[in-house]
């Protein structure tokens, strides 16, 4: 079986690398993938034109109360990093993964929570569950598990939710593993709070070793996989597995010396969290 799976996925790979994707694209140069890097990019010059920011005025301007609410939320929380990409994506009219999403009140709401990962698969999953679900993700690139501590009552929002998708990897992966794990159980407690399907998402591979002192190991990512199995079998909480997924195909749809991937790898991605979502949701 997992033979099998292994082969649907590179047989996949092969067609969509080949595929002209229009969504799901590459990550920006230089997206954050610790807390020190987000930190860093929290305090630099925002890349946003006068003239780009009169026109996100006037786009503001054509809003419902809704819209605007979330636009909001986005500009509170996005940061300098992120928000002029947002912003240059909704001036040129492309789909982003942070935008508004009008929920069909006769299907399931979900809710998407992880770093720049799950920023990159959050189109493929929400166009693969269109119809089925209401995709919405948090309006950020989660980081850390202390910035979840901090921040998920914001990411949560007023609604109430049916399936919340998490993960938490790539940003704590220097953080000491008993804090990791303490981290993981008080998120998972708050979660479990809200009444959603809890589903958790292991964490990507690390790319083939490289010259960048800052970019994830194996080692490191053979251990958040590790501590997160390990809590998620005990609480019962099922699992997307993104690493042994992906961990075949690496070379083909992983950047070079980078965490992030390439579009044909988010599509893969994002179709299996929608196939576990829909396995998961009929249980």
């Not at 929290?42 to 054509?62: F, M, N, S, Y």
């Not at 720049?116 to 919405?136: E, M, Q």
């Not at 910035?147 to 919340?164: E, H, P």
């Not at 709070?193 to 490289?210: D, Q």
Request: glycine content about 6%; aromatic content about 8%.
């Amino acid at each position: 079986m997992k033979n099998s799976r292994k082969l649907q996925a590179i047989l996949l790979a092969g067609t969509l690398i080949h595929a002209s994707l229009s969504v799901c694209r590459a990550a920006p140069e230089g997206e954050p993938t610790n807390a020190k890097e987000a930190a860093k990019q929290q305090h630099q010059k925002p890349g946003i034109t006068p003239d780009l920011r009169e026109r996100e005025v006037r786009r503001k301007a054509a809003m419902t109360p809704e819209q605007l609410a979330w636009e909001q939320t986005l500009e509170a929380n996005l940061g300098n990093f992120y928000l002029p990409f947002y912003y240059k994506d909704m001036d040129a009219g492309h789909e982003t993964a942070w935008d508004y999403v009008k929920d069909d009140p006769a299907l399931p709401r979900m809710l998407i929570i992880g770093d720049s990962i799950s920023r990159g698969y959050t189109l493929a999953v929400r166009h693969a569950l269109a119809d089925k679900v209401n995709v919405h993700r948090a309006p950020a690139n989660c980081g850390p598990t202390t910035s979840g501590l901090k921040n998920l009552d914001v990411w949560l929002g007023q609604g109430k939710w049916d399936v919340i998708t998490w993960n938490f990897g790539i940003h704590d992966r220097q953080t000491d593993p008993e804090i990791y794990r303490k981290n993981l159980e008080t998120l998972w407690k708050r979660l479990q709070a809200t009444g959603a399907k809890l589903i958790w998402v292991r964490t990507t591979p690390a790319p083939p070793p490289g010259n960048l002192e800052s970019k994830f190991t194996d080692q490191q990512c053979e251990r958040v996989n590790a501590i997160a199995d390990a809590m998620m079998k005990t609480n019962g909480i099922p699992e997307v597995d993104l690493y042994g997924l992906m961990k075949p195909i690496l070379k083909d749809l992983q950047g070079p010396n980078d965490v992030h991937f390439k579009p044909a790898g988010y599509e893969i991605m994002g179709q299996e969290i929608a196939k576990v979502v829909v396995e998961e949701t009929r249980k």
